[in-house]
């Protein structure tokens, strides 16, 4: 699934000057946490080299839930993700119940 979503948004994204990472590339949240979202969008950059392992500036993140992850990622991900004022969009994918949960800024301050 991570796959999936990783090469449709790649080739959905191209030319936008925004492009997807996969869980190479941590989010270091607004605490110093680092985070490995299955997959994660950020606008402006380029192939990440060796030395950038984690940003702080993801414009979407996908989490893919399983059993064993859900309950880290919807309690503790979900809100540090919120507070990255960067981040306009987070989608939790549960693959057992073949849902969507779409979370995303409305406004300023959201």
């Given amino acids: 699934m991570q796959g999936n979503i990783f090469f449709a948004l790649r080739q959905r994204l191209r030319g ?3 492009a997807p ?3 190479d590339i941590a989010v270091r949240t607004h605490d110093g946490s680092i ?3 299955d997959v994660a969008v950020y606008g402006g950059r380029g192939e990440a080299d060796d030395e950038q392992k984690a940003f ?3 414009r979407v993140v996908f989490e893919i839930l399983s059993a064993g992850t859900a ?3 919807l309690r503790v991900k979900l809100p540090e993700y919120q507070l990255l004022a960067s981040v306009d ?3 939790f994918v549960d693959i057992a119940s073949e849902r969507l949960r779409v979370v995303q800024r409305t ?3 959201d």
């Fill in 16 to 18: 936008t000057g925004c």
């Fill in 71 to 73: 309950r880290t990622d």
């Fill in 56 to 58: 702080d500036d993801p």
């Fill in 89 to 91: 969009t987070i989608v």
């Fill in 107 to 109: 406004g300023p301050g």
């Fill in 35 to 37: 985070r490995y979202p």
């Fill in 21 to 23: 990472f996969n869980s």
